[in-house]
């Protein structure tokens, strides 16, 4: 479940940068960021709305991706993350993304790297990189800049840089994306 302080009105912070996980053309008309974790079944979920959004305004949305693990009531969360950010430095952060995803909850460290296995990645240095916290700070990076925007729950989205607090159905969000363009 979602909860939000309504009051919380701050632009998404930073805004989007070279670091950041997007897919789509910088200069699309719209922008929509989730903050997700991993194991969360309602980011989950999410996973098929937001592939409905992005269906629907193609190549006119810019789709970008931030991690909040949530590690009091989601134990692999956070390295689900950095195997996410592994996968990255290996060129596949979406492919690994959606497998993530599509885990369905398979995501200790043995599964984490037979996801990255399947994939085609090199298993072994996805395995060596969670194991000594290699892409940890990226993780936290993103998690910060949650928490200094007051989000607490995911998913989490910014639609056209504002947080977006009423219902994330796909009609919703296209809604919103091109209302506050």
Not at 145 to 173: K, M, Q
Request: glycine share 6%; hydrophobic share 45%.
């Amino acid at each position: 479940m979602r909860v939000y302080d309504r009051t919380v009105t701050a632009p998404l912070d930073p805004p989007l940068g070279p670091d950041d996980h997007v897919a789509g053309a910088p200069d699309a008309p719209y922008e929509l960021v989730m903050y997700g974790d991993f194991e969360c079944p309602y980011c989950a979920a999410s996973q098929s709305i937001v592939a409905r959004v992005r269906k629907r305004l193609g190549a006119d949305l810019r789709f970008a991706f931030r991690h909040l693990p949530l590690e009091s009531v989601h134990p692999h969360a956070r390295h689900a993350a950095e195997a996410a950010e592994a996968a990255a430095a290996q060129g596949s952060f979406w492919e690994m993304h959606d497998a993530l995803y599509a885990a369905r909850g398979h995501l200790e460290d043995a599964d984490l790297v037979d996801h990255a296995r399947v994939l085609g990645l090199d298993a072994d240095r996805v395995a060596a990189e969670l194991e000594s916290g290699a892409h940890g700070a990226r993780v936290e990076r993103d998690a910060d800049s949650a928490r200094a925007l007051g989000i607490s729950s995911t998913p989490a989205f910014f639609v056209n840089g504002a947080l977006h607090t009423d219902s994330y159905d796909a009609g919703s969000l296209v809604a919103a994306l091109k209302e506050s363009a």
